[in-house]
């Protein structure tokens, strides 16, 4: 079965992660499904917009799977500035979190155009609890809100609300869960009835102005992220959280009430 399900609305796609027993973690075949609807999607004149979310009220993304990094699956080192060419789309993507957006989650989100959220939803940037450094495309975070707020997020680890989230500007709008994807949609079908060179001017604009700093600390990243994993912190945890995830899971004393946990690339 697809780990992402793709339909259309008209002129906006709906794409959503199809992997809720694991809260839609990353995997590389994931990455690489998006990429290919995103490049598929932009060869039709027809689309105008394109929502992201994620299946079931958990999860829009709880990060990077930890089963396959702590197989060696995903390396921290190639870490993309892009996830699933979201940021070079041709068309906007806007993103429905419907729950957690941790790590790879938030590097999600953060890649889209604009962002939408439901009232349960969270985001948190957990890597530096887990002996590693945030993916570089959460980097895009400091152009999105302001400087001091990102690193209190990005150092800390600890998760935001969606109001939170709201109040900094890093999310558009918040609705109630049952309330969101349609909304967003919503709002996808407004973009896609402009004109289509005006939205694109608009896009390439503003794409250019948050990700352009990107590729000029690409190597500061690196040297960083280097220096990071050569204490090899990170595949102790990595596999000793993915080993404690899926006993929790498995247990039959496991309850919806346990928070959901999402450490990321």
């Given at each position: 079965?697809?780990p992402?399900?793709?339909?259309?609305?008209?002129?906006?796609?709906?794409?959503?992660?199809?992997?809720?027993?694991?809260?839609?973690?990353?995997?590389?075949?994931?990455?690489?499904?998006?990429?290919?609807?995103?490049?598929?999607?932009?060869?039709d004149?027809?689309v105008?917009?394109?929502?992201?979310?994620?299946?079931?009220?958990?999860?829009?993304?709880?990060?990077?799977?930890?089963?396959?990094?702590?197989?060696?699956?995903?390396?921290?080192?190639?870490?993309?500035?892009?996830?699933?060419?979201i940021s070079?789309?041709?068309?906007?993507?806007l993103?429905?979190?419907n729950?957690?957006?941790?790590?790879?989650?938030?590097?999600?989100?953060?890649?889209?155009d604009?962002?939408?959220?439901?009232?349960?939803?969270?985001?948190?940037a957990?890597?530096?609890?887990h002996?590693?450094?945030?993916?570089?495309a959460?980097?895009?975070?400091?152009?999105?809100?302001?400087?001091a707020?990102?690193m209190?997020?990005?150092?800390?680890?600890?998760?935001?609300?969606?109001?939170?989230?709201?109040?900094?500007?890093?999310v558009?709008?918040?609705?109630?869960?049952?309330?969101?994807?349609?909304?967003?949609?919503?709002?996808?079908?407004?973009?896609?009835?402009l004109?289509?060179?005006?939205?694109?001017?608009v896009?390439?604009?503003?794409?250019?102005?948050?990700?352009?700093?990107?590729?000029?600390?690409?190597?500061?990243?690196?040297?960083?992220?280097?220096?990071?994993?050569?204490?090899?912190?990170?595949?102790?945890r990595?596999k000793?959280?993915?080993?404690?995830h899926?006993?929790?899971?498995?247990?039959?004393?496991?309850?919806s009430?346990r928070?959901?946990?999402?450490?990321?690339?």
């Open positions: 079965m697809s992402l399900d793709v339909v259309r609305d008209g002129p906006v796609a709906i794409l959503t992660l199809d992997r809720p027993r694991s809260l839609n973690a990353l995997t590389t075949e994931l990455m690489d499904r998006i990429a290919d609807a995103l490049g598929e999607l932009g060869r004149t027809s105008g917009a394109a929502v992201i979310t994620g299946r079931g009220d958990k999860a829009f993304c709880a990060g990077a799977d930890l089963k396959e990094m702590s197989r060696g699956g995903l390396d921290p080192l190639a870490a993309a500035p892009d996830i699933g060419g070079t789309a041709r068309f906007p993507v993103a429905a979190v729950g957690v957006a941790y790590g790879g989650g938030l590097e999600l989100a953060l890649c889209c604009l962002r939408f959220a439901a009232t349960t939803a969270t985001f948190a957990p890597e530096v609890r002996g590693l450094i945030p993916g570089l959460a980097t895009r975070l400091p152009r999105l809100v302001p400087h707020v990102a209190d997020l990005l150092l800390g680890g600890r998760p935001w609300t969606a109001e939170q989230a709201q109040r900094v500007g890093l558009q709008d918040v609705h109630a869960p049952e309330d969101l994807l349609g909304a967003t949609v919503a709002r996808a079908h407004d973009i896609a009835g004109p289509r060179a005006g939205v694109q001017g896009l390439d604009v503003g794409r250019w102005w948050r990700d352009h700093a990107i590729d000029g600390h690409q190597l500061a990243y690196q040297t960083a992220a280097r220096r990071v994993l050569a204490t090899g912190d990170y595949l102790e990595s000793a959280f993915a080993d404690g899926e006993r929790r899971t498995a247990s039959p004393t496991s309850t009430r928070r959901p946990a999402g450490p990321c690339r």
